[in-house]
Structures are given as C-alpha cells and as structure tokens.
C-alpha cells in the first residue's frame, strides 16, 4: 500500500460551510445576471440548482458543482467570443471579493488542517471556483500558508471531473500521484480522483453529495474532522 503524503481537498462543502457560505452570494450573482429583476433573478436560481422549498442547493447542480463558466453558459447561453469572457471575468471578480468574505469554516476544519500540516502532509486545494476565489478564501480562513497548492477551474485545461488538476497538484509537489488522497463532496471530486490514479479517495458527508453521489469513494466519512485518523489507519 502507498503511504499518503499529499491531499488534496475541496473546498466548497469540504472546508467551508456550502450552504452558510454561498447563498447570499449566489443570490448577488443571480441579481446580476438578472439585471435586478428580482423575478428572473429567482428562475435563474432555481435553473443552477438552488431549490427554493429546501433553501439548499441540489447535489450535482451547476451551483454545486460547475465551474462560473458554466453558470454563464447556463443563464448566459447567447453570448460568445469576447463578451463570454468578460462575463466570466465578472463573475470570477465578484466571487473572490464578495464569496470568500462570506466564507464559513466547516467544524473541525482548523483542527484537521493544521494537524496535517504539522504531520508534514503537502496540502492543496482544488475547486472549481475560480483560482483567485479559492485563494481569498483561504487567506480569509487564516489558513493559506498551510496549503502548498491552490486551483481553480481556471488553473487547468480541463476542471473536475476530468483529473488535470490532482495531476497539476502531483507534479507540483513532487509526489506520485499514488501518494496524493483526494478529499470531496461532490461526485465530481470522486470521479477526479479516481481518473488521476489517486492512493486514496475520501468522500465527505459535509456538503451537499450524497452517500450515493460518493459510492465510488474509497472512504466515506461525515467530514473532515475524521481525515486525520483515517490516514493513521492506513
């Protein structure tokens, strides 16, 4: 068996608070999309995943799950070349300054963090916020220097599920890709890192996915509060 020396988390419903962190962001981003109308800024919530009767997001929804150059494809669909760009430069600008100031830890994330980094594991983050997003995040969380590596689904060619960005990660940091755990939520994150080769893929009961969303996990645990002794089992 190859000893884990690296892991690789998400971040949304993996480090942070899914639910407590994003909606009223997400409701900003639905109001500027809808040019303030508030009725259509409603239809373009519920069109990326948000379900109104719940007040939680759907797993595996383009809010749950995509990238913000899906979202705009999704509500955005006309627009192309140079105007598409933008948009999704607007919508990654207003992420990283208004999203990661609304960021809520996950309980035992601190904990679970700094314990690792003190055990020497090499830490990264891989989302599919954009790059820059993720990063404030981290620097709001107090945590940034524990993490060796940051992605977005803009560091990469092609963002989760495809396996560029524990690759990325791997190369990065000098590790086999055998050495790498890759830690989600989300179907995505599983598919990640089982499509990279990845020693040990975790799933996390914290976010929005569900046991059935993580089957193809290797570990299935509430959160990552219980990382630490999972990795001592091994």
């Known amino acids: 068996m190859t000893v884990i020396k690296g892991v690789l988390f998400d971040k949304d419903g993996t480090l942070i608070d899914f639910e407590g962190s994003w909606l009223a962001f997400t409701q900003g981003m639905a109001m500027m999309a809808a040019d303030g109308d508030e009725v259509r800024a409603a239809v373009l919530l519920e069109q990326a995943g948000y379900d109104p009767a719940t007040g939680r997001f759907r797993a595996g929804s383009v809010f749950a799950a995509g990238t913000n150059a899906d979202l705009v494809a999704l509500w955005h669909p006309r627009l192309s070349g140079a105007p598409l760009a933008e948009r999704i430069a607007a919508f990654n600008a207003y992420g990283a300054k208004y999203g990661a100031k609304a960021a809520v830890a996950l309980p035992g994330m601190y904990d679970t963090v700094s314990l690792l980094y003190r055990r020497g ?3 990264g983050v891989a989302t599919n916020d954009s790059q820059r997003g993720a990063q404030e995040t981290l620097a709001v969380l107090g945590v940034s220097e524990m993490f060796a590596n940051t992605y977005g689904f803009d560091s990469v060619a092609r963002p989760k599920p495809a396996p560029d960005v524990v690759l990325s990660f791997a190369g990065a940091t000098g590790l086999d890709v055998r050495e790498v755990a890759m830690v989600g939520d989300n179907a995505n994150d599983i598919m990640a890192g089982r499509a990279a080769g ?3 893929v975790v799933g996390v009961l914290s976010g929005n996915g569900t ?3 993580l089957a193809q996990a290797d570990a299935v645990v509430a959160s ?3 990382l630490p002794m999972l990795l ?3």
């Open 232 to 234: 001592e089992r091994r």
């Open 211 to 213: 046991r059935e969303d």
């Open 198 to 200: 990845c020693g040990l």
């Open 224 to 226: 990552v509060a219980d």
């Open 121 to 123: 594991y090499l830490l």
